[in-house]
């Protein structure tokens, strides 16, 4: 004869009874997160931070593509994560620009403190991919960061920059060109940028 089905036992029941109580207080839990997440990420805006600038979303650049970036709150949110990697203290998103070449993506600048080699740094900017071009691999995804670059000063009042050599390198007669000067070819609204802590009080 067919044995007989084993029959759930009381503490299986009582699992089960539970299952949609702590469904219902995952799903709780999750949201009340995403809230805190939010509030927490707005706690590094500048409260005059100007965000996407050069962002036209209804541009006929992605009409075309049937594709669109993410938007610059999430794009600053991927900036302060990689910001707070590095250390960098007192976070303050100030500006971000949108960028169509030669990355697609957005330059993030905000403030803050961070020392590199025994030198302090207070202005920053995180390149951040918009996922425009991430069907080419996934080193093109949303959120993936493209350069860094940071401002400060030395003990004389000049101006100290990362990564080196800076902006102000002039090349000597073998033409090499330091790695590190390439990442300067997005210091673009260059004035803006060194002006930043004198435009947002800091």
């Known amino acids: 004869m067919p044995e007989a089905p084993e029959r759930p036992s009381l503490k ?3 699992w089960v009874r539970l ?3 702590l469904l219902g207080l995952g ?3 999750i949201d009340r997160a995403g809230a805190n997440g939010q509030d927490s990420i707005e706690s590094y805006f500048h409260k005059n931070a100007k965000l996407g600038i050069g962002l036209i979303m209804d541009s006929d650049i992605f009409k075309s593509s049937g594709r669109l970036p993410i938007n610059p709150r999430e794009a600053a949110r991927f900036a302060v994560a990689q910001l707070q990697i590095r250390g960098v203290q007192d976070i303050l998103i100030c500006e971000s620009h949108w960028i169509a070449a030669a990355i697609s993506g957005y330059l ?4 803050g403190r961070l020392t590199i080699g025994g030198r302090d740094f207070t202005t920053f900017r995180v390149g951040i991919r918009d996922g425009l071009e991430a069907r080419h691999g996934a ?3 949303a959120g993936r960061e493209f350069v860094f670059i940071a401002l400060g000063c030395d003990a004389n009042g000049r101006a100290v ?3 080196d050599p800076g902006p102000d390198f ?4 073998d033409r090499n060109v330091p790695e590190g000067l390439l990442s300067f070819e997005f210091l673009l ?3 803006e940028f060194e002006s930043l802590s004198v435009r947002y009080g800091h």
Do not use: I
């Open 189 to 191: 609204n260059r004035p």
């Open 108 to 111: 993030v600048d905000g403030l």
């Open 161 to 163: 920059w990362h990564p």
């Open 12 to 14: 299986s029941r009582a």
């Open 19 to 21: 299952l949609p109580f």
């Open 170 to 173: 002039m090349l000597g007669p």
């Open 139 to 141: 080193e093109y995804d």
């Open 27 to 29: 799903v709780v839990l």
